[in-house]
Protein backbone atom coordinates (compact mmCIF):
# COMPACT_ATOMS: atom_id res chain seq x y z
CA UNK A 1 0.00 0.00 0.00
CA UNK A 2 0.87 3.23 -1.06
CA UNK A 3 0.24 6.45 0.71
CA UNK A 4 1.00 10.13 0.08
CA UNK A 5 2.60 13.07 1.88
CA UNK A 6 0.27 15.93 2.47
CA UNK A 7 2.44 17.45 5.29
CA UNK A 8 5.66 17.99 6.45
CA UNK A 9 6.39 19.72 9.87
CA UNK A 10 10.51 18.50 10.86
CA UNK A 11 10.19 15.48 12.39
CA UNK A 12 6.48 15.07 11.70
CA UNK A 13 4.98 13.73 8.43
CA UNK A 14 1.44 13.35 7.90
CA UNK A 15 0.15 11.00 4.57
CA UNK A 16 -3.12 10.15 3.34
CA UNK A 17 -4.05 6.93 1.47
CA UNK A 18 -3.10 5.11 4.84
CA UNK A 19 -6.18 3.53 5.53
CA UNK A 20 -5.04 -0.16 6.14
CA UNK A 21 -1.86 1.22 8.11
CA UNK A 22 -2.04 0.00 11.42
CA UNK A 23 -1.01 2.16 14.66
CA UNK A 24 3.24 1.88 15.66
CA UNK A 25 3.78 0.16 11.49
CA UNK A 26 7.15 1.02 10.43
CA UNK A 27 6.72 3.10 7.05
CA UNK A 28 9.66 4.32 4.18
CA UNK A 29 8.95 7.73 3.65
CA UNK A 30 9.94 9.54 0.28
CA UNK A 31 12.54 9.28 -2.53
CA UNK A 32 15.41 7.93 0.31
CA UNK A 33 12.83 5.47 1.91
CA UNK A 34 13.48 7.65 5.06
CA UNK A 35 12.35 5.29 8.26
CA UNK A 36 9.33 6.53 10.18
CA UNK A 37 6.79 5.23 12.90
CA UNK A 38 2.77 5.49 12.71
CA UNK A 39 2.32 7.19 15.88
CA UNK A 40 -1.44 8.50 14.86
CA UNK A 41 -4.42 7.38 12.77
CA UNK A 42 -7.57 9.65 11.97
CA UNK A 43 -9.21 8.53 9.04
CA UNK A 44 -6.90 7.72 6.16
CA UNK A 45 -4.62 10.19 7.03
CA UNK A 46 -1.45 8.98 9.08
CA UNK A 47 0.87 10.43 11.56
CA UNK A 48 4.39 9.89 11.00
CA UNK A 49 7.44 10.04 13.88
CA UNK A 50 10.15 10.11 10.78
CA UNK A 51 13.65 8.84 12.85
CA UNK A 52 16.17 10.76 10.23
CA UNK A 53 16.46 14.10 8.45
CA UNK A 54 13.30 15.18 6.72
CA UNK A 55 15.42 18.05 5.05
CA UNK A 56 13.93 17.80 1.33
CA UNK A 57 10.76 15.95 1.73
CA UNK A 58 7.91 16.98 -0.33
CA UNK A 59 4.16 17.15 -0.41
CA UNK A 60 3.29 14.14 -2.96
CA UNK A 61 5.79 11.93 -1.83
CA UNK A 62 5.17 8.36 -1.72
CA UNK A 63 5.33 6.72 1.78
CA UNK A 64 4.96 3.21 1.61
CA UNK A 65 4.09 0.69 4.67
CA UNK A 66 6.56 -2.21 5.66
CA UNK A 67 3.47 -4.20 7.46
CA UNK A 68 5.69 -4.60 10.53
CA UNK A 69 6.02 -2.44 13.88
CA UNK A 70 9.95 -0.77 15.00
CA UNK A 71 12.12 -3.82 15.57
CA UNK A 72 15.54 -4.65 16.60
CA UNK A 73 17.55 -7.31 15.34
CA UNK A 74 18.93 -9.81 17.98
CA UNK A 75 21.80 -11.93 17.17
CA UNK A 76 25.62 -12.34 17.92
CA UNK A 77 27.19 -8.65 16.96
CA UNK A 78 25.07 -6.76 19.57
CA UNK A 79 27.81 -6.70 22.08
CA UNK A 80 30.69 -4.11 21.86
CA UNK A 81 28.37 -2.16 18.90
CA UNK A 82 27.46 1.24 19.02
CA UNK A 83 24.10 1.64 17.76
CA UNK A 84 21.53 4.71 16.85
CA UNK A 85 18.13 4.84 18.27
CA UNK A 86 16.26 2.38 15.99
CA UNK A 87 18.94 -0.30 16.21
CA UNK A 88 21.21 0.54 12.94
CA UNK A 89 24.99 -0.41 13.78
CA UNK A 90 26.79 2.96 14.04
CA UNK A 91 29.75 1.05 13.53
CA UNK A 92 29.17 -0.67 10.36
CA UNK A 93 27.68 2.34 9.21
CA UNK A 94 30.60 3.62 9.48
CA UNK A 95 32.64 0.96 8.21
CA UNK A 96 30.96 1.33 4.94
CA UNK A 97 29.85 4.58 4.14
CA UNK A 98 32.69 6.60 6.09
CA UNK A 99 31.15 8.79 8.70
CA UNK A 100 28.07 9.67 6.27
CA UNK A 101 25.04 7.75 7.90
CA UNK A 102 23.20 6.60 5.04
CA UNK A 103 19.63 6.89 5.22
CA UNK A 104 16.53 4.03 5.06
CA UNK A 105 16.02 0.37 6.52
CA UNK A 106 18.99 -0.81 4.12
CA UNK A 107 21.59 0.64 6.13
CA UNK A 108 23.48 -2.13 8.41
CA UNK A 109 21.99 -3.34 11.53
CA UNK A 110 23.87 -6.40 12.74
CA UNK A 111 26.72 -7.41 10.50
CA UNK A 112 24.84 -10.47 8.21
CA UNK A 113 28.20 -11.63 6.90
CA UNK A 114 30.17 -11.98 9.40
CA UNK A 115 30.67 -15.78 10.16
CA UNK A 116 30.10 -16.66 13.93
CA UNK A 117 31.51 -20.48 15.17
CA UNK A 118 28.07 -22.21 16.57
CA UNK A 119 28.62 -24.68 19.03
CA UNK A 120 24.93 -27.08 19.97
CA UNK A 121 24.22 -27.81 23.34
CA UNK A 122 21.21 -30.16 21.92
CA UNK A 123 21.66 -33.35 19.87
CA UNK A 124 19.66 -34.33 17.18
CA UNK A 125 15.92 -36.10 18.72
CA UNK A 126 16.00 -33.70 21.59
CA UNK A 127 12.44 -32.17 22.25
CA UNK A 128 12.74 -28.74 22.39
CA UNK A 129 10.40 -25.70 23.36
CA UNK A 130 10.71 -21.32 23.90
CA UNK A 131 13.67 -20.51 25.31
CA UNK A 132 15.69 -23.54 25.57
CA UNK A 133 19.26 -23.37 24.58
CA UNK A 134 20.34 -24.61 21.78
CA UNK A 135 23.91 -24.11 21.34
CA UNK A 136 26.47 -21.20 22.00
CA UNK A 137 28.78 -18.74 20.15
CA UNK A 138 31.41 -16.61 22.17
CA UNK A 139 30.48 -13.54 21.35
CA UNK A 140 33.20 -11.54 22.39
CA UNK A 141 35.79 -13.15 25.04
CA UNK A 142 33.75 -11.96 28.01
CA UNK A 143 30.55 -12.95 26.53
CA UNK A 144 28.92 -16.60 25.26
CA UNK A 145 26.32 -16.04 23.42
CA UNK A 146 23.25 -18.66 23.93
CA UNK A 147 21.33 -19.02 21.09
CA UNK A 148 17.36 -20.33 22.30
CA UNK A 149 14.68 -21.70 20.62
CA UNK A 150 12.49 -18.52 19.30
CA UNK A 151 9.16 -17.27 20.51
CA UNK A 152 6.23 -19.51 19.71
CA UNK A 153 8.29 -22.57 18.36
CA UNK A 154 8.06 -26.27 20.35
CA UNK A 155 9.33 -29.52 18.55
CA UNK A 156 11.64 -32.19 17.95
CA UNK A 157 15.15 -30.94 16.81
CA UNK A 158 15.57 -32.78 13.46
CA UNK A 159 19.29 -31.50 12.64
CA UNK A 160 21.92 -28.88 14.38
CA UNK A 161 25.17 -28.83 13.30
CA UNK A 162 28.17 -26.99 14.70
CA UNK A 163 30.39 -24.94 12.15
CA UNK A 164 30.68 -21.62 10.80
CA UNK A 165 27.78 -19.67 10.66
CA UNK A 166 26.90 -16.14 9.56
CA UNK A 167 23.43 -15.38 11.53
CA UNK A 168 20.82 -15.84 8.37
CA UNK A 169 22.04 -19.42 7.94
CA UNK A 170 20.00 -22.19 9.60
CA UNK A 171 21.82 -23.89 12.17
CA UNK A 172 19.26 -26.60 13.49
CA UNK A 173 15.85 -27.49 11.92
CA UNK A 174 12.81 -27.84 14.49
CA UNK A 175 10.37 -30.30 13.39
CA UNK A 176 7.22 -28.96 15.05
CA UNK A 177 3.10 -29.85 14.84
CA UNK A 178 2.49 -27.95 12.10
CA UNK A 179 6.39 -28.01 9.58
CA UNK A 180 9.57 -27.44 10.04
CA UNK A 181 11.07 -24.46 11.68
CA UNK A 182 14.35 -22.97 10.78
CA UNK A 183 16.40 -21.40 13.20
CA UNK A 184 18.42 -19.01 12.13
CA UNK A 185 21.19 -16.87 14.97
CA UNK A 186 18.88 -13.68 15.20
CA UNK A 187 15.32 -12.56 15.70
CA UNK A 188 13.63 -9.96 14.92
CA UNK A 189 11.53 -8.03 18.38
CA UNK A 190 9.32 -4.91 18.24
CA UNK A 191 11.03 -2.68 20.82
CA UNK A 192 7.74 -1.54 22.05
CA UNK A 193 6.55 -4.66 23.14
CA UNK A 194 8.46 -6.19 26.37
CA UNK A 195 9.80 -9.60 25.85
CA UNK A 196 7.76 -12.82 27.12
CA UNK A 197 9.39 -14.45 30.37
CA UNK A 198 7.80 -17.08 32.82
CA UNK A 199 7.56 -14.81 36.34
CA UNK A 200 8.83 -12.00 37.87
CA UNK A 201 10.75 -13.27 41.05
CA UNK A 202 10.76 -11.14 44.10
CA UNK A 203 14.35 -8.94 44.28
CA UNK A 204 17.15 -10.36 46.80
CA UNK A 205 20.21 -9.27 46.63
CA UNK A 206 21.91 -5.82 45.72
CA UNK A 207 23.54 -4.62 42.44
CA UNK A 208 27.59 -4.05 43.71
CA UNK A 209 28.56 -1.00 41.98
CA UNK A 210 31.76 -0.01 43.71
CA UNK A 211 30.56 2.69 44.72
CA UNK A 212 30.98 3.35 48.67
CA UNK A 213 27.50 6.08 48.91
CA UNK A 214 25.55 3.60 46.64
CA UNK A 215 26.68 0.06 48.10
CA UNK A 216 26.85 1.00 51.54
CA UNK A 217 23.60 3.67 52.13
CA UNK A 218 21.21 3.69 49.40
CA UNK A 219 21.82 0.35 47.63
CA UNK A 220 20.67 -0.68 44.02
CA UNK A 221 19.05 -4.32 44.09
CA UNK A 222 19.27 -6.81 41.28
CA UNK A 223 16.83 -6.24 38.84
CA UNK A 224 15.53 -2.64 40.31
CA UNK A 225 15.31 0.77 39.06
CA UNK A 226 16.66 3.61 40.32
CA UNK A 227 16.84 7.32 39.29
CA UNK A 228 19.53 9.85 39.23
CA UNK A 229 17.96 13.67 38.95
CA UNK A 230 21.05 16.35 39.44
CA UNK A 231 21.31 20.23 38.25
CA UNK A 232 23.70 21.32 35.28
CA UNK A 233 27.45 19.60 36.62
CA UNK A 234 26.33 17.68 39.46
CA UNK A 235 27.88 14.62 38.06
CA UNK A 236 25.04 12.82 36.64
CA UNK A 237 26.83 11.26 33.78
CA UNK A 238 29.95 10.55 36.01
CA UNK A 239 27.59 8.35 38.13
CA UNK A 240 26.23 6.62 35.14
CA UNK A 241 29.58 5.90 33.85
CA UNK A 242 31.03 4.74 36.93
CA UNK A 243 28.12 2.53 37.09
CA UNK A 244 28.51 1.22 33.39
CA UNK A 245 32.35 0.61 34.01
CA UNK A 246 32.39 -1.75 37.52
CA UNK A 247 28.81 -2.65 38.33
CA UNK A 248 28.59 -6.00 38.88
CA UNK A 249 26.47 -7.36 35.43
CA UNK A 250 27.15 -9.64 32.59
CA UNK A 251 25.95 -6.90 30.30
CA UNK A 252 26.01 -3.20 30.21
CA UNK A 253 23.30 -1.29 28.12
CA UNK A 254 24.23 2.48 27.85
CA UNK A 255 21.97 4.89 26.22
CA UNK A 256 23.19 7.88 25.90
CA UNK A 257 20.07 10.09 24.74
CA UNK A 258 20.15 13.87 23.88
CA UNK A 259 23.42 14.40 25.64
CA UNK A 260 26.48 15.80 23.94
CA UNK A 261 28.46 14.26 21.19
CA UNK A 262 31.39 14.19 23.43
CA UNK A 263 30.10 12.50 26.03
CA UNK A 264 29.56 9.72 23.94
CA UNK A 265 32.79 9.91 22.20
CA UNK A 266 34.23 9.66 25.94
CA UNK A 267 32.67 6.31 26.33
CA UNK A 268 34.03 5.29 23.37
CA UNK A 269 37.58 6.42 23.64
CA UNK A 270 37.53 5.43 27.55
CA UNK A 271 35.98 2.01 27.80
CA UNK A 272 37.66 -0.16 25.46
CA UNK A 273 40.88 0.87 27.09
CA UNK A 274 39.46 -0.33 31.42
CA UNK A 275 39.39 -3.44 32.52
CA UNK A 276 36.78 -5.36 34.78
CA UNK A 277 38.09 -6.01 37.97
CA UNK A 278 36.33 -9.11 38.57
CA UNK A 279 37.05 -10.97 34.74
CA UNK A 280 40.30 -9.15 33.58
CA UNK A 281 38.64 -8.29 30.52
CA UNK A 282 38.45 -5.14 28.41
CA UNK A 283 35.18 -3.94 29.37
CA UNK A 284 33.79 -3.08 26.17
CA UNK A 285 33.35 -6.46 25.52
CA UNK A 286 30.44 -6.52 27.73
CA UNK A 287 28.67 -2.98 26.30
CA UNK A 288 26.44 -2.07 23.82
CA UNK A 289 25.97 1.62 23.26
CA UNK A 290 23.04 3.34 22.05
CA UNK A 291 23.55 6.49 20.87
CA UNK A 292 20.98 9.17 20.17
CA UNK A 293 22.98 12.19 20.79
CA UNK A 294 21.90 15.86 20.84
CA UNK A 295 23.12 16.60 17.22
CA UNK A 296 20.88 13.28 16.23
CA UNK A 297 17.45 13.41 15.23
CA UNK A 298 15.21 14.03 17.50
CA UNK A 299 12.55 11.52 17.14
CA UNK A 300 14.78 8.25 17.56
CA UNK A 301 15.83 9.48 20.56
CA UNK A 302 11.98 8.29 21.67
CA UNK A 303 13.03 5.19 20.47
CA UNK A 304 15.93 4.57 22.00
CA UNK A 305 14.96 3.96 25.12
CA UNK A 306 12.87 1.06 23.76
CA UNK A 307 15.84 -0.08 22.05
CA UNK A 308 18.01 -0.36 24.29
CA UNK A 309 15.78 -1.91 26.93
CA UNK A 310 15.15 -4.50 24.54
CA UNK A 311 18.55 -5.46 24.13
CA UNK A 312 18.61 -5.68 27.86
CA UNK A 313 15.83 -8.00 28.31
CA UNK A 314 17.42 -10.33 25.20
CA UNK A 315 20.40 -10.92 27.32
CA UNK A 316 18.41 -11.35 30.31
CA UNK A 317 16.09 -14.52 28.60
CA UNK A 318 20.44 -16.35 28.02
CA UNK A 319 20.13 -15.62 31.99
CA UNK A 320 22.46 -13.07 32.18
CA UNK A 321 22.65 -9.84 34.76
CA UNK A 322 22.03 -6.92 32.99
CA UNK A 323 22.62 -3.26 34.11
CA UNK A 324 20.72 -0.39 31.80
CA UNK A 325 21.45 3.08 32.04
CA UNK A 326 19.76 6.28 30.41
CA UNK A 327 21.60 9.69 30.48
CA UNK A 328 19.22 11.53 30.30
CA UNK A 329 15.57 10.79 30.34
CA UNK A 330 14.86 14.55 30.78
CA UNK A 331 16.14 15.19 27.00
CA UNK A 332 14.50 11.91 26.54
CA UNK A 333 10.88 13.42 27.72
CA UNK A 334 11.45 16.70 25.62
CA UNK A 335 11.15 14.66 22.34
CA UNK A 336 8.13 13.22 23.17
CA UNK A 337 7.34 16.86 24.47
CA UNK A 338 8.37 17.97 20.40
CA UNK A 339 6.50 15.17 18.98
CA UNK A 340 3.50 15.63 20.98
CA UNK A 341 3.48 19.80 20.22
CA UNK A 342 3.57 18.64 16.40
CA UNK A 343 0.46 16.27 16.58
CA UNK A 344 -1.17 19.48 18.49
CA UNK A 345 -2.17 16.86 21.52
CA UNK A 346 -3.94 18.79 24.32
CA UNK A 347 -0.60 19.46 26.57
CA UNK A 348 -0.44 18.57 29.83
CA UNK A 349 1.75 19.98 32.82
CA UNK A 350 4.55 22.25 31.08
CA UNK A 351 3.63 21.28 28.44
CA UNK A 352 4.52 17.70 28.43
CA UNK A 353 1.51 15.22 27.09
CA UNK A 354 -0.55 13.20 29.51
CA UNK A 355 1.31 10.30 28.68
CA UNK A 356 4.28 11.47 29.97
CA UNK A 357 4.29 8.89 32.82
CA UNK A 358 2.93 5.82 31.17
CA UNK A 359 5.71 5.79 28.72
CA UNK A 360 8.27 6.32 31.21
CA UNK A 361 6.85 3.20 33.21
CA UNK A 362 6.89 1.53 29.90
CA UNK A 363 10.80 1.55 29.77
CA UNK A 364 11.10 1.16 33.70
CA UNK A 365 8.71 -1.67 34.05
CA UNK A 366 10.76 -3.53 31.80
CA UNK A 367 13.67 -3.82 34.44
CA UNK A 368 13.70 -7.04 37.00
CA UNK A 369 14.57 -10.00 38.35
CA UNK A 370 13.04 -12.71 35.94
CA UNK A 371 12.33 -16.96 35.36
CA UNK A 372 13.25 -16.48 31.83
CA UNK A 373 11.46 -18.99 28.96
CA UNK A 374 12.85 -22.42 28.85
CA UNK A 375 12.11 -26.24 30.07
CA UNK A 376 14.76 -25.18 32.81
CA UNK A 377 14.16 -22.09 33.23
CA UNK A 378 17.40 -19.74 33.86
CA UNK A 379 17.23 -16.41 35.99
CA UNK A 380 18.45 -13.21 34.70
CA UNK A 381 17.67 -9.67 35.31
CA UNK A 382 17.61 -6.01 33.96
CA UNK A 383 19.06 -3.13 36.20
CA UNK A 384 17.43 0.31 35.02
CA UNK A 385 18.99 4.06 36.10
CA UNK A 386 18.07 6.68 34.45
CA UNK A 387 19.57 10.20 35.28
CA UNK A 388 16.95 13.49 35.35
CA UNK A 389 18.00 16.83 34.59
CA UNK A 390 15.65 18.95 35.84
CA UNK A 391 16.02 22.53 34.81
CA UNK A 392 17.80 24.42 37.62
CA UNK A 393 17.55 21.10 39.88
CA UNK A 394 13.79 21.63 40.70
CA UNK A 395 12.44 18.55 41.50
CA UNK A 396 8.41 19.01 41.40
CA UNK A 397 8.81 19.41 37.36
CA UNK A 398 6.62 16.74 35.36
CA UNK A 399 9.34 14.07 34.31
CA UNK A 400 10.94 14.14 38.00
CA UNK A 401 8.02 14.02 39.53
CA UNK A 402 6.40 11.46 37.18
CA UNK A 403 9.57 9.26 37.71
CA UNK A 404 9.84 9.51 41.20
CA UNK A 405 6.40 7.77 41.26
CA UNK A 406 8.28 5.01 39.49
CA UNK A 407 11.70 4.40 40.98
CA UNK A 408 12.72 2.42 44.06
CA UNK A 409 15.80 4.09 44.58
CA UNK A 410 16.81 8.31 44.51
CA UNK A 411 20.01 9.38 44.42
CA UNK A 412 19.60 12.98 44.11
CA UNK A 413 22.42 15.11 43.48
CA UNK A 414 23.01 18.53 44.85
CA UNK A 415 24.45 21.22 43.61
CA UNK A 416 25.94 22.75 46.75
CA UNK A 417 27.93 19.15 47.29
CA UNK A 418 29.06 19.71 43.76
CA UNK A 419 30.23 23.13 44.40
CA UNK A 420 32.05 22.17 46.90
CA UNK A 421 33.52 19.75 45.02
CA UNK A 422 32.29 16.74 47.25
CA UNK A 423 31.62 14.07 44.43
CA UNK A 424 29.43 11.90 44.24
CA UNK A 425 28.05 14.53 45.17
CA UNK A 426 24.71 12.19 46.21
CA UNK A 427 22.62 13.92 48.69
CA UNK A 428 22.45 11.94 52.26
CA UNK A 429 19.45 13.63 53.40
CA UNK A 430 17.54 13.85 50.66
CA UNK A 431 18.47 9.87 48.77
CA UNK A 432 17.01 7.30 49.61
CA UNK A 433 16.49 3.02 49.08
CA UNK A 434 13.37 1.35 48.91
CA UNK A 435 15.47 -1.96 49.09
CA UNK A 436 17.30 -1.43 52.08
CA UNK A 437 15.70 -4.01 54.28
CA UNK A 438 15.96 -6.76 51.82
CA UNK A 439 19.53 -5.65 51.42
CA UNK A 440 20.38 -5.58 54.86
CA UNK A 441 19.99 -9.48 55.25
CA UNK A 442 21.97 -9.94 52.11
CA UNK A 443 25.12 -8.10 53.77
CA UNK A 444 24.34 -9.98 56.90
CA UNK A 445 24.42 -12.92 55.57
CA UNK A 446 26.73 -12.66 52.77
CA UNK A 447 29.56 -9.39 53.82
CA UNK A 448 29.54 -9.38 57.47
CA UNK A 449 26.63 -9.58 60.08
CA UNK A 450 27.66 -5.82 61.44
CA UNK A 451 27.28 -3.83 57.82
CA UNK A 452 23.72 -3.13 58.57
CA UNK A 453 24.57 -1.20 62.07
CA UNK A 454 27.44 0.47 60.12
CA UNK A 455 25.37 1.40 57.90
CA UNK A 456 22.55 2.93 60.47
CA UNK A 457 25.37 4.37 62.64
CA UNK A 458 26.62 6.19 59.40
CA UNK A 459 23.30 7.92 58.39
CA UNK A 460 22.33 8.59 62.24
CA UNK A 461 25.55 10.76 62.72
CA UNK A 462 25.34 12.50 59.09
CA UNK A 463 22.04 13.56 60.83
CA UNK A 464 23.08 14.78 63.79
CA UNK A 465 25.78 16.49 62.07
CA UNK A 466 23.27 18.37 59.96
CA UNK A 467 21.40 19.52 63.43
CA UNK A 468 24.58 20.49 64.51
CA UNK A 469 25.45 22.61 61.81
CA UNK A 470 22.23 24.66 62.26
CA UNK A 471 23.74 25.30 65.66
CA UNK A 472 27.15 26.26 64.46
CA UNK A 473 25.37 28.57 62.54
CA UNK A 474 23.65 30.62 65.20
CA UNK A 475 26.39 30.52 67.96
CA UNK A 476 29.99 29.16 66.08
CA UNK A 477 31.50 25.93 65.90
CA UNK A 478 33.70 27.10 69.88
CA UNK A 479 31.14 27.27 72.02
CA UNK A 480 30.12 23.09 71.42
CA UNK A 481 30.68 20.77 73.73
CA UNK A 482 33.58 18.37 72.91
CA UNK A 483 31.24 15.52 72.77
CA UNK A 484 29.40 17.56 69.76
CA UNK A 485 32.55 18.62 68.37
CA UNK A 486 33.45 14.95 68.45
CA UNK A 487 30.22 14.32 66.66
CA UNK A 488 31.32 16.65 63.94
CA UNK A 489 34.57 15.22 63.31
CA UNK A 490 33.08 11.46 63.18
CA UNK A 491 30.47 13.06 60.68
CA UNK A 492 33.68 14.85 58.47
CA UNK A 493 35.65 11.27 58.81
CA UNK A 494 32.54 9.99 57.40
CA UNK A 495 32.02 12.27 54.22
CA UNK A 496 35.49 13.04 53.22
CA UNK A 497 37.09 9.27 54.01
CA UNK A 498 33.96 7.12 53.09
CA UNK A 499 31.55 8.59 50.82
CA UNK A 500 33.53 10.95 48.67
CA UNK A 501 34.91 8.80 46.04
CA UNK A 502 37.55 10.12 42.99
CA UNK A 503 35.69 8.26 40.17
CA UNK A 504 39.41 9.55 38.17
CA UNK A 505 41.66 7.46 41.10
CA UNK A 506 42.94 4.74 39.44
CA UNK A 507 42.22 3.05 43.32
CA UNK A 508 39.39 4.88 44.55
CA UNK A 509 37.28 4.41 41.35
CA UNK A 510 36.07 1.22 42.55
CA UNK A 511 35.86 -0.52 46.22
CA UNK A 512 34.78 -3.74 46.04
CA UNK A 513 32.12 -4.57 49.07
CA UNK A 514 34.81 -6.08 51.28
CA UNK A 515 36.63 -3.22 51.05
CA UNK A 516 33.33 -1.06 51.50
CA UNK A 517 33.02 -3.19 55.06
CA UNK A 518 36.38 -3.09 56.25
CA UNK A 519 36.58 0.71 56.12
CA UNK A 520 33.44 0.65 57.75
CA UNK A 521 34.78 -1.24 60.69
CA UNK A 522 37.89 1.14 60.93
CA UNK A 523 35.61 4.15 60.91
CA UNK A 524 33.32 2.30 63.48
CA UNK A 525 36.00 1.56 65.66
CA UNK A 526 37.46 5.06 65.84
CA UNK A 527 33.74 6.43 65.71
CA UNK A 528 33.35 4.38 69.19
CA UNK A 529 36.72 4.90 70.57
CA UNK A 530 36.59 8.74 70.49
CA UNK A 531 32.98 8.68 71.56
CA UNK A 532 33.84 6.58 74.29
CA UNK A 533 37.40 8.95 74.87
CA UNK A 534 34.95 12.03 75.65
CA UNK A 535 32.99 10.68 77.68
CA UNK A 536 36.06 9.81 79.87
CA UNK A 537 37.35 13.33 79.74
CA UNK A 538 39.90 13.16 77.18
CA UNK A 539 39.80 16.32 75.27
CA UNK A 540 38.52 17.03 71.95
CA UNK A 541 42.03 18.42 70.53
CA UNK A 542 43.89 14.83 72.21
CA UNK A 543 41.47 12.81 69.94
CA UNK A 544 41.54 14.42 66.91
CA UNK A 545 45.21 14.43 67.19
CA UNK A 546 46.16 10.50 66.80
CA UNK A 547 48.40 9.54 64.71
CA UNK A 548 45.98 6.82 63.54
CA UNK A 549 43.48 9.34 62.14
CA UNK A 550 45.45 10.77 59.72
CA UNK A 551 46.16 6.93 58.10
CA UNK A 552 41.69 7.01 58.07
CA UNK A 553 42.20 9.42 55.33
CA UNK A 554 44.30 7.71 53.39
CA UNK A 555 42.44 4.40 53.39
CA UNK A 556 40.65 4.78 50.67
CA UNK A 557 43.87 4.35 48.55
CA UNK A 558 44.17 0.98 50.19
CA UNK A 559 44.67 -1.47 46.99
CA UNK A 560 41.90 -4.57 46.85
CA UNK A 561 44.72 -6.83 46.90
CA UNK A 562 46.19 -5.48 50.17
CA UNK A 563 42.72 -4.87 52.49
CA UNK A 564 44.58 -6.75 55.56
CA UNK A 565 46.33 -3.64 55.86
CA UNK A 566 43.07 -2.12 57.24
CA UNK A 567 42.72 -4.64 59.78
CA UNK A 568 46.21 -3.66 60.83
CA UNK A 569 44.44 -0.12 60.77
CA UNK A 570 41.61 -1.14 62.85
CA UNK A 571 44.65 -2.49 65.22
CA UNK A 572 46.63 1.16 65.06
CA UNK A 573 43.34 3.01 65.66
CA UNK A 574 42.78 0.98 68.92
CA UNK A 575 46.32 1.12 70.16
CA UNK A 576 46.54 4.70 70.41
CA UNK A 577 42.95 5.15 71.60
CA UNK A 578 44.60 2.64 74.37
CA UNK A 579 47.42 4.91 74.95
CA UNK A 580 44.92 8.02 74.92
CA UNK A 581 43.26 6.19 77.50
CA UNK A 582 46.74 5.28 79.67
CA UNK A 583 46.14 1.33 79.02
CA UNK A 584 48.64 -0.79 78.86
CA UNK A 585 48.22 -2.71 75.12
CA UNK A 586 45.02 -3.38 73.06
N1 LIG B 1 32.80 10.89 41.30
C1 LIG B 1 33.45 11.96 40.82
N2 LIG B 1 34.77 12.10 41.04
C2 LIG B 1 35.45 13.16 40.59
N3 LIG B 1 34.89 14.15 39.88
C3 LIG B 1 33.60 14.09 39.61
C4 LIG B 1 32.79 12.99 40.06
N4 LIG B 1 31.53 13.21 39.66
C5 LIG B 1 31.53 14.36 38.98
N5 LIG B 1 32.76 14.91 38.93
C6 LIG B 1 33.13 16.20 38.31
O1 LIG B 1 31.96 16.92 37.94
C7 LIG B 1 31.96 17.24 36.55
C8 LIG B 1 30.56 17.24 35.99
O2 LIG B 1 30.02 15.94 36.02
P1 LIG B 1 28.97 15.42 34.94
O3 LIG B 1 29.38 15.75 33.57
O4 LIG B 1 28.73 14.00 35.26
O5 LIG B 1 27.70 16.28 35.34
P2 LIG B 1 26.23 16.18 34.75
O6 LIG B 1 25.32 16.27 35.90
O7 LIG B 1 26.10 15.00 33.86
O8 LIG B 1 26.17 17.51 33.91
P3 LIG B 1 25.17 17.93 32.72
O9 LIG B 1 23.99 18.51 33.40
O10 LIG B 1 25.96 18.95 31.99
O11 LIG B 1 24.89 16.70 31.93
C9 LIG B 1 32.87 16.19 35.96
O12 LIG B 1 33.46 16.62 34.78
C10 LIG B 1 33.91 15.99 37.06
O13 LIG B 1 34.90 16.97 37.01
MG1 LIG C 1 25.55 14.81 31.84
Sequence with gaps: MRGRIVRVSGPLVVADGMREVRLFDVVNVGPKALIGEVIELRGDKASIEVYENTDGLRVGDSVETLNMPLFVELGPGLMSNVFDGIGRSLLSIYEHSGDRIGTGLDTIRLD??????????????????????????????AMLHRILVPVGVEGVVETIEEGDFNIDQPIAVIKTSNGKEKVCMHTKWPVRVPRPKVAKLSIDEPLITGQRIIDTLFPIARGGVAAV?????????????QLAKWSAAEV??????????????????????????????????????????????????????????????????????????ADSTSRWAEALREMSGRLEEMPGEEGYPAYLGSRLAGFYERAGKVQTLGSEPRVGSVTA?????????????????????????????????????????????????????????????????????????????LQEEAELNEVVQLVGFDVLSDKDKITLDIAQVIREDYLQQNAFDEVDTYSSIEKQNKMLRVLYTYATLASQAVENGISYEKIIDIGSRAKIARMKYTLETELDELDSLESAVKADFAILENKEGI
Excluded at 113 to 141: C, M, R
Design 112 to 141: HKKLWHFTPTVEVGANVAEGDILGTVQETS
Design 229 to 241: PGPFGSGKTVVQH
Design 252 to 325: VVYIGCGERGNEMTDVLREFPELVDPKTGKGLMERTILVANTSDMPVAAREASIYTGITIAEYYRDMGYNVVIM
Design 385 to 461: VGAISPQGGDLSEPVSQATLRIVKVFWGLSASLAHKRHFPAIDWLISYSGYNGKMDNFYKTNVSYEFPKYKSYIMRM
